[in-house]
């Protein structure tokens, strides 16, 4: 069973210089899916959840402008993940992980063991 509720109610950030920001503009809801575990009322993983909206290039532009947030929520629980953002192919994944603008590294530099 899915339980959905709107970000806007229970999740509000405040930036450094007092902006509120709310992810109600496109209507992205915070989801709890089968298997979710909570740790220090601190729920894992947080699921994401857009809509129909996303395709393409406003994917990013909300990633950008919600950055902040999805920051400091993945600093908080470890782990997010994101269902329907309307990320169909390499060139889209590639867009919305760009839009966090984090350093990149090279495999040769990550904590992989493979």
Same mark, same amino acid.
Not at 72 to 80: R, V
């Given at each position: 069973?899915?339980?959905?509720?709107?970000?806007? !109610?229970?999740? &509000? %950030?405040? &930036?450094?210089?007092?902006?509120?920001? %709310?992810?109600?503009?496109?209507?992205? !809801?915070?989801?709890?899916? /089968? @298997?979710?575990? &909570?740790?220090? *009322?601190?729920?894992?993983?947080?699921?994401?959840?857009? @809509?129909?909206? #996303? /395709?393409?290039?406003?994917?990013? *532009?909300?990633?950008?402008?919600?950055?902040?947030?999805? !920051?400091?929520?993945?600093? $908080?629980?470890? $782990?997010?993940?994101?269902?329907?953002?309307?990320? &169909? *192919?390499?060139?889209? #994944? *590639?867009? #919305?992980?760009?839009? #966090?603008?984090?350093?990149?590294?090279?495999? !040769?530099?990550?904590?992989?063991?493979?």
């Amino acid at each position: 069973m899915i339980f959905v509720r709107p970000l806007s !109610e229970d999740f &509000t %950030l405040f &930036t450094t210089n007092g902006k509120q920001l %709310l992810m109600e503009t496109h209507k992205v !809801e915070k989801i709890n899916i /089968d @298997g979710q575990s &909570t740790h220090h *009322d601190q729920v894992f993983p947080i699921v994401y959840s857009g @809509g129909a909206q #996303f /395709d393409g290039a406003p994917v990013a *532009d909300w990633v950008r402008q919600h950055k902040c947030q999805i !920051e400091a929520e993945l600093s $908080a629980s470890g $782990a997010i993940v994101f269902k329907n953002f309307g990320i &169909t *192919d390499d060139q889209a #994944f *590639d867009s #919305f992980i760009r839009a #966090f603008d984090w350093p990149c590294f090279t495999y !040769e530099e990550s904590l992989s063991n493979a």
